[in-house]
């Protein structure tokens, strides 16, 4: 393995500490390769860390973020009377449902 194939130094005793905490079972061939790709992954995560950002403005939102929403509208609604026509059960002109604190079935 070459340093640009791995350019953080990971070793495979540490990649297969890191497989013990995840309880990954890995074979030598899949240690290998994974000390490899993990290390490019770091490799690339150190470059990123490298950069001079202290010019950006940190944001919670890669997009300027705007209501989706439409604004509330007062309207009329359903008639209570035909709402509780189609209800399965009413009682003193509310929904009826079963009984769910006190005794279980």
């Not at 995840?22 to 390769?33: F, K, N, P, Q, V």
């Not at 403005?57 to 189609?86: C, G, K, M, W, Y």
Request: aromatic letters at 2%; hydrophobic letters at 45%.
């Amino acid at each position: 393995m070459t340093a640009k194939e791995n350019p953080r130094g990971l070793t495979p005793a540490e990649v297969a500490h890191v497989a013990l905490l995840a309880r990954l079972r890995l074979t030598d061939e899949e240690l290998e390769r994974f000390t490899s790709q993990l290390g490019e992954v770091l490799g690339h995560a150190a470059d990123v860390a490298a950069l001079d950002l202290s010019a950006v403005v940190p944001t919670a939102h890669p997009l300027p973020v705007r209501n989706v929403f439409r604004a509330d509208q007062p309207q009329p609604s359903i008639d209570r009377e035909e709402v509780l026509a189609a209800a399965p059960d009413v009682e003193d002109h509310r929904f009826r449902v079963p009984r769910i604190v006190g005794d279980a079935p």
